[in-house]
Nanobody, 124 residues
């Protein structure tokens, strides 16, 4: 089983930045597609960003495009989400995911492995 562990969440003021990390075990980590999702209280889990392992193509939700950046460090088996210009509406639990996707990377159904989540709170 692939195990994912998120870190880097916390409390930050609006306009600030955070970098989330998702560390994974397994020597085949680099062959997986990776995504970041978030879930606020009372809301569905929503897509944030993803990267396809083969081409390295990245995808972003419209709400975070231009502010967030997803990246990978295959040597460290780690995926990052750099979050800049944070807004209060970014407040949520953020989850990293990994899988061998068949379809679009924006769907939670494409990922078989999930981290435990890390809380991000943005105050105004």
């Amino acid at each position: 089983q692939v195990q994912l562990v998120e870190s880097g969440g916390g409390l930050v003021q609006a306009g600030g930045s955070l970098r989330l990390s998702c560390a994974a075990n397994g020597r085949t980590f680099s062959t997986y597609d990776h995504g970041w999702f978030r879930q606020a209280p009372g809301k569905d889990r929503e897509f944030v960003a993803a990267v396809r392992w083969r081409e390295g193509s990245t995808y972003y939700a419209d709400s975070v495009k231009g502010r967030f950046t997803i990246s990978r460090d295959n040597a460290k088996n780690t995926v990052y989400l750099q979050m800049n210009s944070l807004k209060p509406e970014d407040t949520a639990v953020y989850y990293c995911a990994a899988g061998q996707a068949i379809g679009v990377l924006t769907s939670t159904l494409e990922y078989g492995y999930w981290g435990q989540g890390t809380q991000v709170t943005v105050s105004s």
